[in-house]
């Protein structure tokens, strides 16, 4: 199934969660988030969605929460909270941790650099070694065990660099930019390669797609 989790509607964020069945092309609604989140990191582990940060109410208030999703019960719990709140972090899953990685901490949407990793065994948070430039509202992807933070934009300013993180070493290092600056984009990746989507940059909407194959 495929699930649609968050979101705003006239600067009120949803709390309504929806499911998409392939098999009859239909949607349905299941079990809403305790707390609506708008713009927050997402990863699954073990079947369970996870679902940090965001901002969630009319006057843009910034999460550091963390809330779970179990599809078999359709019940969501709440886990422990980020020490950094923010919006528009990217999330991704590396050997069964969540990483979340900058966002936007406030209403300009300037960025920070800072990770932040969980542990749903134990329930804990733990840094990482940070990004060399702030960024929110970038696109992610996961290859060889590594994460590349792809675009993303801070403030006004849009990028079009890539960082990749190795959570083997904590440490990260530059990949080729992309041709075109962009924040907002959504990246996916199909037989190791790296495909990016439309975005957004100071000039408006994009419909470019662009694509890297990782060494």
């Not at 929806?18 to 009859?24: D, G, H, I, L």
């Not at 713009?39 to 843009?60: F, L, Q, W």
């Not at 733990?126 to 509202?137: C, D, E, I, Q, V």
Request: charged share 10%; with cysteine; glycine share 12%.
């Amino acid at each position: 199934m495929l699930y649609e989790i968050g979101g705003t509607n006239c600067c009120v964020d949803i709390s309504t969660v929806y499911a998409y069945t392939f098999s009859t092309n239909s949607w349905s609604t299941v079990a809403s988030q305790p707390i609506g989140q708008s713009r927050p990191a997402t990863g699954v582990i073990d079947g369970k969605i996870y679902v940090a940060g965001g901002h969630g109410d009319s006057n843009g208030t910034l999460r550091n929460i963390l809330q779970v999703y179990d599809p078999v019960a359709n019940t969501w719990s709440t886990k422990a909270s980020m020490s950094t709140v923010r919006e528009a972090p990217v999330g991704a899953v590396v050997g069964g941790l969540f990483y979340v990685i900058g966002g936007g901490i406030d209403a300009a949407g300037n960025a920070v650099t800072s990770v932040e990793v969980y542990d749903p065994v134990a329930n804990t948070w733990t840094t990482k070694a940070s990004m060399a430039t702030g960024r929110a509202h970038a696109a992610v992807a996961v290859v060889a065990g590594r994460i590349y933070v792809i675009g993303g934009s801070s403030g006004s300013t849009y990028y079009s660099s890539v960082e990749v993180y190795d959570p083997a070493t904590n440490l990260w290092t530059v990949a080729p930019s992309m041709s075109v600056a962009r924040g907002y984009a959504r990246a996916a990746t199909v037989d190791g390669v790296i495909y990016v989507f439309g975005g957004y940059t100071a000039s408006g909407e994009l419909d470019s797609v662009e694509a890297f194959t990782p060494p």
